[in-house]
């Protein structure tokens, strides 16, 4: 904890009495314009990922970055009141789902039930997503270990993004061409980011010519967003 404390006091005398007027100006608002759902792992940082300020991302933040379908009720309040509150009252123009390597919620989808004996809730919030293992299987019949687990975590953002557009909100904002819907998969090893493109239905790498915002935005989401 002493670690954390100094950490305080470093931020305050650093990083706080340098910035005074920045801080002074988010103490009064927040205009992000991107709501970003990520992993809780201590590994993902969106903000150090994606060198952004703070008050620019709008983070959701939990195991296994999971977006209940909008019909599974008793999971979906907190997922859908961060969509109301980023679309409605703060009105982001991007949605972000980054999933990433090395997931530990999706080595845990493979547990078995003695696995689980003491993780009941870990269990049913898993449970949530327990058809992404049978989508890996169908489309890939023999796997290495460590090629499933690749399989897993991507195949898994896909399905985060068909959940997503299960939320009426989001569904009308894709329509309207308000909101972009972007899938990403950010390996920890190496630091490269790999968005989904919606039309080849592959992840890609994002890099230097991918810098156009033009680019980023209408292949890989607002058109084939329209067609799901
Ligand atoms: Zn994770």
Known sequence: MQR???GIQKFQKGHFAKGKKFFAKLAKRQSPDVLFFSCLDSRVNPNLLTQTELGELLIVRNVGNIIPPYTNSSNKICTAAAIEFALLDLEVKHIIVCGHSDCGSLKALYYDEKEFADMPNLKEWLNIISQVKGRVARQNSVLTHEARKKATEKE???AQLENLLTYPLVEKAIKEKRV??????YEIGTGD???????????EKINCSHNNEDELTEP?????CMDM
């Open 4 to 6: 954390l404390y100094k």
């Open 156 to 158: 898994h953002i896909v």
């Open 180 to 185: 972009n819907l972007q899938g990403w998969y």
């Open 193 to 203: 980011v790999y968005a989904y493109n919606w039309s080849k239905k592959l992840f």
């Open 220 to 224: 890989w989401l607002a058109e084939p």
